[in-house]
């Protein structure tokens, strides 16, 4: 009995560590998907800023102006 649990818990390390190296992934690829991502994010951020400026400005000067009455 505790000869074929030891089997069966090695092989189920062993199923479990060659599915774990299989599935290490693209390194490269993450990479670069991380890098596009950050990319556009300061093309959209950069498009937007001064919209959303304008709006924050404008949601500030509303709000100073309810306390001044």
Do not use: C, H, Y
């Not at 560590?17 to 556009?40: N, Q, S, Y």
């Amino acid at each position: 009995m505790k000869t074929q649990l030891i089997n069966l818990l090695n092989q189920i390390r062993t199923i479990i560590g060659g599915r774990i190296r299989a599935e290490r992934g693209d390194v490269p690829g993450w990479v670069l998907i991380t890098l596009m991502t950050a990319g556009l994010v300061i093309v959209i951020w950069a498009l937007a800023a001064p919209a959303l400026s304008g709006v924050f400005e404008q949601a500030i000067s509303r709000v100073t102006g309810f306390q001044g009455r």
